[in-house]
């Protein structure tokens, strides 16, 4: 089976676990590099639009290219697609990660400094704790924000720590946030994995490498995007944790980029969906609408 993935040292990567986990299942599978519209524009992704990572391995999917797709679960557009049959596995890390000059973290670096992100929903959090730090917008690769760094064009940026992990640079982490300290993204360090759903023989495969836990916290926190009617570029965060007994605590939060305003709700529950719609209606009826706007 082909698994469709993007050519970055990360997307690789990760697709390459997938991959070495069905052959450990007993299916054979090998990667095929899609190129999407995010990797040849380099304008901020809130511009080009919701699902610029997703929508070209999809497409590849269903013309017969590759079986499979691996994907950042937090890239894909909240909207069910029911041409495929998506599973999520085992959950990397959800939390969000400094790399800084000198081994300073978020408190330490001097005022004024520069910090590179393009995601709104961390722009307005860095904001709210630090009014003072100049951020500046950030597209590229691991390696290319990274060496942003080491440069010395910026003194730090902020990236998704289950990317770092997945690559084996966990280390080059100056400050790893607790999800209360900097709120990640909704189903943040989650991959999906997707196949035609006419495709017997594909769905069979990946659903070996399901682990329902995570597919139920992912779920249940991107319902909050859906109802919101966000998408995944949106100054939206949430975050869960799932407890033994298979009930789901969600917490979520929506911001105004420039760090004025920011909302909170959470809820517990044991349907995913059920219970992102509940935090997503809590947020709502505090305003969150109008945060969004700001």
Not at 5 to 30: C, F, K, P, V, Y
Not at 100 to 108: H, M, P
Not at 130 to 153: A, F, H, Q, W
Not at 196 to 204: C, I, M, S
Request: contains cysteine; aromatic residues 4%.
């Amino acid at each position: 089976m082909k698994i469709g993935t993007r050519g970055s040292l990360l997307a690789t990567t990760q697709a390459g676990h997938m991959r070495d986990a069905l052959i450990e299942a007993g299916h054979d599978a090998e990667l095929t590099i899609i190129t999407t519209a995010g990797d040849v524009n380099m304008a901020p992704v809130e511009r080009i639009g919701v699902g610029v990572f997703t929508q070209a391995l999809r497409d590849a999917m269903a013309s017969g290219e590759c079986d499979l797709a691996v994907h950042s679960f937090k890239d894909l557009p909240t909207a069910p697609d029911e041409r495929f049959h998506l599973v999520v596995p085992v959950r990397e890390d959800n939390r969000e990660a400094l790399i800084a000059r000198d081994g300073l973290t978020l408190d330490e670096l001097p005022r004024g400094a520069r910090v590179g992100t393009s995601a709104p929903r961390r722009v307005s959090q860095l904001r709210a704790q630090r009014p003072d730090l100049d951020i500046r917008p950030l597209r590229g690769n691991i390696e290319t924000r990274m060496g942003k760094v080491t440069s010395g064009e910026l003194d730090a940026v902020v990236l998704a720590y289950a990317g770092l992990v997945r690559v084996g640079l966990q280390e080059r982490a100056t400050q790893v946030f607790t999800p209360a300290e900097l709120y990640p993204a909704p189903a943040q360090g989650a991959l999906a994995i997707e196949c035609r759903a006419d495709d017997v023989r594909a769905r069979e495969a990946i659903d070996t490498l399901l682990e329902s836990g995570a597919f139920d916290c992912a779920r249940a926190e991107r319902w909050v995007l859906a109802r919101l009617e966000a998408g995944c570029t949106a100054p939206v965060a949430a975050w869960s944790t799932r407890a033994e007994d298979g009930t789901i605590h969600l917490r979520a939060g929506v911001f105004a980029v420039d760090g004025s305003e920011q909302l909170t709700a959470e809820a517990t529950g044991s349907d995913a969906h059920a219970l992102g719609v509940e935090v997503a209606e809590r947020l709502l009826a505090d305003g969150a609408a109008a945060v969004m706007e700001k």
